[in-house]
């Protein structure tokens, strides 16, 4: 058996399970609504309350892998920017005057559950802690 052959597809490892669960830890920090979290992930109502209650067991796609993904690095950019985690955590709900936002919340952009808007905030927050694009 080949060494791909042994490897198990990212849906059916347990990481997107334990991304998930963190992802879960970090939208409660920043204040998210359920309504929110769902419409971040794009996940189905009943889908949000089985995977809250078990993580493990949840299918996701591949673009809702992305999208822990890119939730994950918005929290690590934040961390690396602020040592106090009133600022980690309280930065996404704050509103933001810089173009882009106008005026918005980075939480309130991100919660239209568009991709490109998860993508867009990443990116610019990755610039306020010196990351090159």
Not at 17 to 29: A, C, E, H, N, Q
Not at 100 to 122: H, V
Request: proline share 5%; aromatic share 12%.
């Amino acid at each position: 058996m080949s060494q791909a052959q042994k490897l198990k597809p990212l849906e059916k490892s347990r990481a997107p399970g334990v991304g998930l669960k963190t992802v879960f830890i970090i939208l409660d920090r920043w204040g998210c609504t359920a309504e929110q979290i769902q419409n971040i992930l794009q996940i189905s109502r009943p889908a949000y309350y089985k995977y809250r209650k078990n993580p493990e067991q949840a299918n996701l796609t591949h673009d809702q892998i992305e999208r822990l993904s890119y939730l994950l690095n918005i929290h690590g950019c934040l961390r690396m920017i602020f040592d106090n985690p009133k600022n980690v955590y309280g930065f996404m709900s704050l509103e933001n005057d810089n173009p882009y936002f106008n005026g918005k919340s980075p939480l309130e952009i991100i919660s239209s559950g568009q991709f490109a808007a998860l993508y867009e905030t990443f990116r610019r927050i990755d610039v306020l802690r010196g990351g090159l694009w």
